[in-house]
């Protein structure tokens, strides 16, 4: 089984930032896809970013790129998503998943990340 755990959301002032980690354990097999989704509340879940294996490729929604960076240490099995000038807009709960290759099949519980104005 492989286990997410998102930590690092908490709540910010417009134009602030925040760094969320997720760390990877368990049986995660080799050079897998990482990435984050987030939820507002009454919408659906929607893609941020994804990362490679190496982390030499990366891809963002249109609307985040710019302020969202994301990267990863596999030493450490940790993925990072760093998000810049935040804006209210950017409230929701910030789920990473690990990819198998073909789909998107497991979730971390996700982590609250609140930008007030």
């Known amino acids: 089984q492989v286990q997410l755990v998102e930590s690092g959301g908490g709540l910010v002032q417009a134009g602030g930032s925040l760094r969320l980690s997720c760390a990877v354990s368990?049986?995660?097999?080799?050079?897998?896809?990482m990435g984050w989704f987030r939820q507002a509340p009454g919408k659906e879940r929607e893609f941020v970013a994804a990362?490679?294996?190496?982390?030499?490729?990366?891809s963002y929604a249109d609307s985040l790129k710019g302020r969202f960076t994301i990267s990863r240490d596999n030493a450490a099995n940790t993925v990072y998503l760093q998000m810049n000038s935040l804006k209210p807009e950017d409230t929701a709960v910030y789920y990473c998943?690990?990819?198998?290759?073909?789909?998107?099949?497991?979730w971390g519980q996700g982590t609250q990340v609140t930008v007030s104005s």
């Open positions: 998943s690990l990819n198998s290759g073909t789909a998107w099949i497991y």
């Open positions: 368990g049986r995660t097999g080799s050079s897998y896809v």
């Open positions: 990362i490679s294996w190496s982390g030499g490729s990366t």
